[in-house]
């Protein structure tokens, strides 16, 4: 079961623990144009919802970002916690190879 997850590109110069009080979680995405990264925003909600049935390095996540007419299937590379209270700070996504 691929979760589809819709995020956007991360406003130029936003400071991350801003776009977290707003109810957003910095994302980055890996190995959709070889070495190049996409600094990505992802609504806190959506993060909260893909992680109850998303396991890292497992599941395959359908990414959507329209504002860069991208589509792809993801892993779910890395998820970064606050290690005392617990709240996502940060995910990594990683693109698979299409057939």
């Given amino acids: ?3 589809k997850v819709e995020s ?7 400071k991350p623990n801003a776009l ?15 070495a190049e990264s996409i600094s990505l925003v992802v609504p806190a909600k959506t993060v909260e919802r893909m992680l109850k049935f998303a ?3 497992k599941t395959e996540i359908e ?3 329209p504002e860069l ?4 299937t993801t892993v779910l590379r890395e998820v970064q916690s606050h290690p005392a209270k617990g709240f ?4 990594s ?7």
């Fill in 1 to 3: 079961m691929a979760i």
């Fill in 8 to 14: 956007q590109k991360r406003p130029e110069g936003s």
């Fill in 20 to 34: 977290r009080r707003s109810g957003l979680i910095p994302a980055n995405l890996y190995g959709h144009k070889g």
């Fill in 55 to 57: 396991d890292v390095n």
């Fill in 63 to 65: 990414l959507d970002i």
């Fill in 69 to 72: 007419e991208w589509t792809g």
């Fill in 88 to 91: 996502i700070y940060h995910v």
């Fill in 93 to 99: 996504f990683f693109a698979t190879p299409k057939d």
